[in-house]
């Protein structure tokens, strides 16, 4: 019988009933929910990546603003990858405008809450909040990136400036020191160092100041700048998460077969020089045996005719009456080669090894090559469609005869924009030589030698491009450390410390190989010796197999390949810890070359084993393995092969494989291709005014990475060969089955950046010239003119500050000009005259003071100022001077005898541009413009050259290229003609200080004579547009005749504009800027005080040293009052404008380029100053 229930128990049973219910009842809603609601996509991630890729792409060209609108669209698209969003915050960042950095700060803020340890999160907000001036709150972002990232020299620079102890503390001086150690070349820390208080070693303040000099000098500082891809390594966007490690999946093999029209033609009286034909001739023929023996053949590939089609040079190939030679084969893009060698000049010479590369800078192939007798050197000259070799080897001197030399590379290792010359001078004898093939190193001499490519570029026609250089070169005496002593196989050059310039690495046979890290300005240290594994060496290159932007060594042993992995993670430490052996069941290998042959986006060995075997050693994860019969070669028969390269060959877009068989010749297999693709890139670097770049031809030194949706690959244009010859090929990476590549981004050895977007992989070759990155001038005037603002030109040139010369004095500043204004063309706004100045380039302007001044006098008297950028004495004063009586010349021809007299009887910007220009920026040929006039001014009275015009500056750096070619600058030079038809010197003249102006030149009663002829001489890119001959107004006729009435500003407020366009003017070959318009210019971020925009009157009231700091893009804008009274219809007033002040630009010459301290003074002996007078001033700035 049951109990009955009590109550308590049946309410907890209809409670357990219903609950049951509900979660029924939710559950299927649930389930039903689920069925009905739509699920969110998962995000396409290549469409992720594509889209990322452009923003990157977009960055590199400086279109920061355009490069956000893509990250934008990849967070859309998927708002939970990290990596969209960092972009996203750095692209904001970048902009620099108040709305986007609070954006950018937000967005940083939000990844540190999903991911507390983000490097470029907390890296992105430290620098916000130092641009901001808010320490407090940057320091602590800056001490977490220290803790995360202990080897990142930029967040140790940052912690001290940010440091909660101050930065004058000893503990912030340790941080600086820290991140020198971390990175020699961050030259905001050495800085920091030199003007420490707390550094009381002056001697060591004077080498770090030294060493920074240096290194601005040479444009080769690893500085820190707000501006992208300057600021440091975790302020640049990225291209995949991180986190991830993602490895290239490796592509299907194409397979290779007999090319059907394929031939290889040898002159008539030719025929293939087997290994028994080498051996059979004297003397020098046992050297070339031995070295085929040893290396194998020697084949070197390039266009020598500029048709697209990849010809093949290969040494000592050809017997032709009995003797040994070299066989150039002329492609014609199907097949077929055709023996040219007599063609192009190249005769009777059997080499060892070979380097192709253009020496002149003219983009052309010039052509290095060792023999037996010594080294050659042959320049490819161009005849319309006709292509010859000039044999141009006295330029080498004495060190290239005799003895016997390997390998061959060039590089730009002065950093000037041409290539220098790497020889392994191996031995001082054939004899010697052999012995050490043999392994007999008992007697062993030779080393390194290094050749400085010191040529002279030629003068040029107007508006005619830069014809090549006239080649010399310097031995290099010293540093030591590169010169290596011993029997020196080669060198591997190669950025392998990640400080972006090219190391070498020395290969010495039978030794290891010992690091030369590249200090820069040709300072060498030796940083240890890489492996552990002494060999005879073959030779040896550097690749990225893991594309991680770290270089790796493989070493051709004669007993066994050596793979070195680059591990390098502290830079202080020696080479020999940065590499790891890999392990490899390779067998010994001759000679190799990098080359994508699957078009899988990793690179791929093609190599020829000791055994004569051509092999493909394939890219597994970054591991080399054997691919084994891939080639379809039969290796039975007569003879053997005795070389292998990859190269596209018949214009498919895959690497064929070229075969040297020693009694056979020239072989051809044609890659079948698969589903992959390639980039195909040639680069070509560039030298160009009002930039700091200075890329030789061949973009030597180059990095290039391509990013195809997620495929990502990478290059380095540095040693991709190892054996005795260096090729000249395009850029070949593959992209796997993308059809394009979404951006191309390159490093150039220069530092500048550049991405290109959306290249087709279609086999055409993308020709990618290095662009133009604005450089640096002079502040600009504008005026209004009822209209707009006109330009007028730049000013304040003389007060350039830091300026060195070729023998590193610094030009004094001379901090006042005053510009005559075009008094006509102005017009009064709100009763006032309105005029700007500007910073439209990469400078600071130091502006202390300005005036307008009015000067009333008669109609028939002209009025100018005296000012002229003056190279001797008198110096212009600045003062007004009243001219009568001006009139034109009645004859001018230039120095080839042209009339240029239409040319400078009128100021309308048609100037004299006859001359030739070198490619020394600022540089011309000896020209000179002569005329006469009808009649001379009173003898009795003094008279005045009134000359408008203007000059392409000679830069410092050019200014120093050529005095180091032995090229002295002629600045202008009056001269008069004597009875006898020579000239002799009336005055140094000077030259107008800028941009177009008037520059006036008094001269002493009696100076000049009628008849006489005269002419302006120099070497400068100087423009003459009117030049005039009048009589100077005496002190008592000026006091009698001339008013003057001055005006200080009743306005001025400081603001940003953006960078004004450049733009031609008419005729003339001398820029000038239109304000309607900005374009985007990348500069750097000074770095010191700033001037607050806004009121600036205060500032500009007079000459006390308390400036207004104008910046890059922003501009001065002043008012004067109009109050000035009417003149009588017999009087003409001008107006001028009076200035005091200076100007830094950002150029590699400029002490303390990209500092806006120190802060200069009127009366201060040089700049640098070493102490300031009154400090105060400075804390005077708003």
Not at 55 to 63: A, N, T
Not at 568 to 585: E, S, V
Not at 717 to 746: H, Y
Request: with cysteine.
């Amino acid at each position: 019988m049951t109990s009955p229930t009590s109550p308590p128990n049946r309410y907890r049973n209809v409670l357990l009933v219903l609950g049951f219910v509900l979660v029924v009842g939710i559950s299927s809603w649930l389930v039903w929910h689920n069925r009905t609601s739509p699920v969110p996509p998962t995000p396409d991630l290549t469409e992720v990546l594509v889209l990322n890729n452009r923003g990157i792409g977009l960055m590199e060209q400086f279109e920061y603003a355009a490069a956000a609108k893509a990250f934008r669209d990849v967070v859309a698209r998927d708002p939970n990858w990290l990596p969209g969003r960092i972009n996203l915050g750095i692209a904001l960042l970048n902009q620099a405008e108040e709305p986007t950095l609070n954006e950018a700060a937000e967005i940083f803020e939000s990844v540190l809450k999903q991911d507390s340890t983000n490097r470029h999160a907390h890296y992105c907000l430290g620098m916000i909040f130092l641009h901001r001036g808010n320490v407090a709150k940057a320091g602590p972002h800056f001490e977490e990136m220290t803790r995360l990232e202990p080897k990142d020299a930029h967040s140790w620079y940052h912690l001290g400036r940010t440091h909660p102890n101050g930065e004058d503390s000893p503990e912030a001086k340790a941080c600086f020191e820290l991140a020198l150690k971390l990175n020699p070349y961050l030259n905001a820390a050495r800085y920091a160092l030199a003007m420490h208080p707390h550094e009381k070693d002056d001697a060591r303040s004077q080498k770090l100041i030294a060493e920074q000099q240096a290194l601005v000098a040479a444009n080769w500082e690893s500085e820190y700048r707000i501006t992208y891809t300057e600021m440091g390594p975790f302020a640049e966007v990225l291209g995949r998460d991180p986190k991830s490690v993602e490895r290239s999946t490796m592509g299907p093999l194409p397979m290779y077969a007999d090319q059907p029209d394929f031939e290889a033609v040898l002159a008539p009286t030719s025929r293939w020089a087997s290994q028994a034909n080498l051996e059979a001739v004297p003397a020098g023929g046992k050297l070339l045996a031995a070295a085929r023996k040893r290396f194998g053949g020697t084949m070197v590939v390039f266009d020598a005719n500029g048709d697209q089609h990849l010809d093949v040079l290969m040494l000592s190939a050809a017997i032709e009456r009995g003797q040994p030679r070299d066989v150039l084969l002329i492609s014609n893009g199907k097949g077929k080669f055709y023996d040219r060698t007599l063609e192009f000049g190249l005769v009777n010479q059997a080499s060892i090894s070979a380097c192709v590369a253009s020496l002149d800078n003219d983009g052309l192939p010039d052509l290095i090559r060792s023999t037996p007798d010594g080294v050659t050197l042959h320049r490819l000259k161009r005849d319309g469609k006709s292509f010859r070799f000039e044999d141009q080897s006295a330029v080498l001197g004495d060190w290239a005869k005799g003895g016997v030399t390997l390998g061959l590379q060039v590089a730009d290792l002065d950093q000037d924009g041409d290539l220098d010359l790497l020889a392994a001078n191996y031995a001082s004898s054939i004899e010697q030589a052999i012995r050490q093939f043999n392994g007999d190193y008992s007697k062993s001499d030779g080393g390194l030698r290094v050749l400085l490519n010191t040529s002279v570029p030629p003068a040029v026609p107007p508006g005619q491009p830069a014809p090549a250089m006239q080649l010399q070169f310097t031995p290099l005496a010293a540093p030591s450390e590169l010169l290596v002593s011993g029997p020196v196989i080669g060198t591997i050059l190669s950025d392998f410390d990640g400080d972006r310039d090219l190391d070498v690495l020395v290969m010495i046979d039978g030794k290891l190989p010992l690091m030369v890290l590249n200090d820069r300005l040709l300072r060498f240290r030796r940083n240890g010796l890489v492996s552990n594994d002494p060999q005879a060496w073959d030779g040896g290159l550097a690749v990225d197999p893991n594309l991680n932007g770290k270089s790796e060594v493989v070493l051709l042993g004669r007993d066994r390949l050596v793979h070195l992995a680059n591990r390098l993670t502290d830079a202080t430490q020696l080479a020999g810890q940065w590499f790891n052996p890999m392990t490899a069941q390779i067998p010994p290998i001759a000679q190799a070359m990098v080359q994508d042959m699957d078009l899988d986006g990793a690179p791929d060995l093609v190599a020829l084993s000791q055994g004569k075997i051509p092999m493909l050693l394939r890219n597994r994860g970054g591991l080399f393995v054997n691919a084994p019969n891939v080639f379809g070669i039969p290796m039975t028969g007569p003879g053997m092969w005795i070389a292998a390269m990859g190269a596209d060959v018949v214009g498919t877009s895959y690497p064929d494989l070229l075969l040297w068989h020693d009694i056979n010749g020239l072989q051809l297999k044609t890659s079948m291709g698969r589903e992959n693709r390639a980039i195909k890139l040639e680069l070509t670097g560039t030298r160009d005014k009002g930039s700091n770049r200075r890329t030789n031809a061949d973009g030597i030194g180059a990095t290039v990475q391509v990013l195809a949706g997620m495929l990502r690959t990478t290059t380095e244009l540095g040693t991709q060969s190892a054996g005795m010859g260096q090729s000249r090929l395009p850029i070949s990476l593959g992209i796997g089955r993308a059809e394009r590549a979404d951006a191309v981004r390159i490093r150039w050895p220069d530092q500048v950046t550049q991405a290109e977007l959306d290249l087709a992989a279609d086999g055409t070759i993308h020709r990618i010239v290095e662009t133009n990155r604005k450089g640096t001038s002079c502040p600009v005037l504008y005026v209004w003119n009822g209209q707009e603002f006109a330009y007028v030109t730049d000013f304040l040139g003389g007060g350039a500050l830091g300026e060195m010369g070729p023998d590193g004095s610094v030009r004094p500043a001379r901090p006042e000009e005053t510009l005559n204004l075009p008094t006509s063309d102005m017009r009064p706004i709100d009763g006032a005259f309105r005029i700007r100045i500007g910073e439209p380039m990469d400078e600071m302007m130091y502006l202390d003071r300005v005036q307008l001044r009015a000067i009333d006098h008669p109609v028939d008297v002209t009025v100018l100022a005296d000012e002229r950028f003056a190279t001797s004495a008198p110096m212009p004063t600045g003062k007004p001077i009243a001219i009568r009586n001006l009139r034109h010349p009645i004859r001018a021809v230039d120095h080839r005898g042209a009339d240029q007299l239409s040319r400078i009887t009128a100021a309308d910007h048609r100037m004299v541009d006859s001359f030739r220009k070198r490619s020394w920026l600022g540089y011309a040929e000896e020209h000179w413009l002569e005329f006469h006039f009808d009649d001379l001014p009173d003898p009795e009275r003094e008279a005045v050259l009134v000359l408008h015009g203007g000059i392409d500056y000679p830069y410092p750096e050019s200014i120093f290229a050529a005095s180091q070619a032995g090229v002295a600058m002629i600045p202008p030079q009056l001269e008069r003609q004597r009875a006898d038809g020579s000239w002799e010197l009336v005055a140094d003249l000077g030259f107008p200080a800028g941009l177009t102006r008037t520059m006036i030149r008094s001269f002493p009663a009696g100076s000049f004579r009628d008849g006489d002829r005269l002419r302006i001489r120099t070497n400068l890119q100087v423009y003459w547009d009117e030049i005039r001959l009048g009589t100077r107004l005496s002190e008592a006729e000026f006091a009698a005749v001339i008013r003057i009435l001055d005006r200080a500003p009743r306005r001025a407020e400081l603001l940003f504009h953006g960078f004004t366009r450049e733009v031609q003017i008419g005729d003339s070959p001398l820029l000038g800027y239109d304000h309607r318009f900005t374009e985007p210019v990348s500069c750097a971020e000074w770095k010191g005080p700033r001037t607050l925009h806004g009121d600036v009157l205060q500032l500009l009231a007079a000459e006390d040293d308390r400036f207004v700091l104008c910046r890059p893009g922003e501009e001065v804008e002043i008012d004067f009052a109009a109050d000035f009274p009417e003149l009588p219809s017999n009087r003409r007033r001008t107006l001028q404008l009076q200035t005091w002040g200076y100007c830094k630009d950002n150029s590699p010459f400029t002490l303390t380029a990209g500092r806006v301290d120190p802060l200069p003074f009127r009366g201060m002996p040089s700049y640098p100053p070493k102490s300031s007078p009154d400090e105060s001033a400075r804390k005077r700035l708003p």
